[in-house]
Each structure stands twice: as structure tokens, then as C-alpha cells.
């Protein structure tokens, strides 16, 4: 089910429950796409990101929309932090809810490697911070934090539209409210491209807690505290172009330095 108020009403209470559902996905991308990112920290080149997609894969047995994050320190900033992780999720292609997430983690002083397995209303956890792997209750139709924003991606975006999501983190619940807040041009990886520029803001179901002995998107990225926007672009294929995270006591900044789109 969605909830799209037209704009007189949404000016007054604007709010999309974003229950994903077919009709929801109207920006669908290409076959396989590919897009590369610099992450800068304390005004230094830090990271470089990969985040391929691909709309059509076979997963368990079933098919599957496949994204896959890749961070990988550079080799200047190595010797402050050193990373090389990767995150894959799985999503229904008619629902994109997620129902399998893979992560490898090489971090400073971290290395894991976390399975989940998501069904209706239940998610379960193997490896990672774990000692053991079980079961846990989700809330309907709950994201992970890569389900979120590709589910956001597929959505037509207006501006003045707000969403809320209900998320999964590593078995903490939380809702994400987000905010369409402008359309604006932005020039990166070398063109001018229209944006929606989107806030977010996330509440816990439950008591707030401080992640330890997780890689460091799960432990900062969701908080409270959270300052985080993105753009995504309005003409196809509908990239992620930018993102922008208050992490004091210095900001982190993504963006697009290169994109593909086509046959694997």
C-alpha cells in the first residue's frame, strides 16, 4: 500500500507509507549498471565505492534484483583507516524487499562475514558480531539500509513527498523518515545532472544503542544524530549521485565520479 496526498493536502500532512508494491516501481534501471564514487574525508580522497546492480540474477532459487557495494580504502589515507568491505543484497523484484543479505568485512581491526535471510516478517542472522545465529520478529515489510535507498531510487519522487520505512539493522528496528525536500542541478563525473535532493531522519523502535564490533556504515550511518542526504538523479537511469554525512567532528562526502549502464 501507498499513500501519495496531492500537493495542496501534502503541504498540510504530507506521508507516503512506503509499502513497496509493483506500481511503486516506476523508475526501474537497466539491465546491469555500474557506478563508481569518491568518498572524501577531512578534504582527503579516502574511498573508492563501487555499487553495481544488476535487474535480473537467480538467488536461491529465485530471482532477484542484485546490488552490490564495494569500499575499498585508498591507498594515501591506508595508513589513518584501512577497509575493503562488501555488501550484497538480494531483492524480490516485484516487492524490492529484500530477502538475503551477504556482508564481508575487512576492517582495521574487524574481520566478519554476516548472512541474513529475510522472510514476511522475520530475519535470520548468521556470523557477523554473532555468537550464534538465530531468528528475530521484523516489522512489515522492513528494509535493510541498501533495500531502503534502491527502493527509494524505483520510487517517483516529488518534491514535498515524504516517506517512511521501516528498517532492519543488524536486528534493531527503526523507522526512517524521508524527506523530497528540492530538485536541483548538480555537475559530477562530468555533466550537469537534475536531482532530488532527499533528508532523512531516523527514530528507534525501542531504545537507542551504541553498535560496537560492526563495520562502520551499520555502526554510524543510522542514528538519532543522523544528519544524511542524498541525490538521486530525476532522468534515467536514476543514479545515486551524492551523498552527504555529518560525522563529527568532520562531514564525509560521495560522489559519482563515473557511471555504465548496459549488458553485464
Known amino acids: 500500500?501507498?499513500?501519495?496526498?496531492?500537493?495542496?493536502?501534502?503541504?498540510?500532512?504530507?506521508?507516503?507509507?512506503?509499502?513497496?508494491?509493483?506500481?511503486?516501481?516506476?523508475?526501474?534501471?537497466?539491465?546491469?549498471?555500474?557506478?563508481?564514487?569518491?568518498?572524501?574525508?577531512?578534504?582527503?580522497?579516502?574511498?573508492?565505492?563501487?555499487?553495481?546492480?544488476?535487474?535480473?540474477?537467480?538467488?536461491?532459487?529465485?530471482?532477484?534484483?542484485?546490488?552490490?557495494?564495494?569500499?575499498?580504502?585508498?591507498?594515501?589515507?591506508?595508513?589513518?583507516?584501512?577497509?575493503?568491505?562488501?555488501?550484497?543484497?538480494?531483492?524480490?523484484?516485484?516487492?524490492?524487499?529484500?530477502?538475503?543479505?551477504?556482508?564481508?568485512?575487512?576492517?582495521?581491526?574487524?574481520?566478519?562475514?554476516?548472512?541474513?535471510?529475510?522472510?514476511?516478517?522475520?530475519?535470520?542472522?548468521?556470523?557477523?558480531?554473532?555468537?550464534?545465529?538465530?531468528?528475530?520478529?521484523?516489522?512489515?515489510?522492513?528494509?535493510?539500509l541498501f533495500s531502503m535507498i534502491y527502493a527509494l531510487r524505483r520510487s517517483p519522487l516529488k518534491t514535498g513527498d515524504t516517506y517512511t520505512i521501516n528498517l532492519d539493522i543488524e536486528t534493531e528496528r527503526w523507522v526512517a523518515v524521508v524527506l523530497v525536500t528540492e530538485s536541483e542541478s548538480v555537475y559530477l563525473a562530468g555533466k550537469n545532472w537534475r536531482a532530488h535532493k532527499l533528508t532523512f531522519k531516523f527514530t528507534p523502535v525501542g531504545e537507542e544503542k551504541k553498535r560496537k564490533h560492526t563495520d562502520i556504515v551499520t555502526r554510524r550511518l543510522v542514528q538519532t544524530q543522523s544528519n544524511l542526504v542524498f541525490w538521486i538523479g530525476e532522468q534515467s537511469p536514476y543514479p545515486f549521485l551524492k551523498v552527504d554525512y555529518e560525522m563529527m567532528p568532520f562531514d564525509v562526502k560521495t560522489n559519482l565520479t563515473e557511471i555504465s549502464v548496459g549488458e553485464p
Do not use: W
Open 1 to 144: 500500500m501507498i499513500i501519495n496526498c496531492p500537493r495542496t493536502t501534502r503541504q498540510v500532512a504530507s506521508f507516503i507509507l512506503l509499502f513497496i508494491s509493483p506500481k511503486l516501481f516506476a523508475q526501474a534501471p537497466s539491465f546491469h549498471e555500474r557506478a563508481e564514487y569518491d568518498l572524501t574525508y577531512l578534504g582527503i580522497s579516502a574511498v573508492h565505492i563501487t555499487v553495481d546492480i544488476a535487474e535480473e540474477v537467480i538467488m536461491d532459487g529465485r530471482k532477484a534484483i542484485h546490488l552490490v557495494a564495494i569500499a575499498k580504502t585508498k591507498s594515501l589515507f591506508a595508513p589513518v583507516y584501512t577497509l575493503e568491505n562488501r555488501y550484497d543484497t538480494y531483492m524480490d523484484p516485484v516487492t524490492g524487499l529484500p530477502f538475503r543479505y551477504d556482508k564481508t568485512i575487512h576492517q582495521k581491526t574487524i574481520d566478519q562475514t554476516m548472512h541474513v535471510r529475510y522472510t514476511t516478517d522475520s530475519a535470520y542472522y548468521e556470523g557477523g558480531k554473532f555468537d550464534s545465529s538465530f531468528a528475530i520478529a521484523t516489522a512489515e515489510r522492513s528494509h535493510n
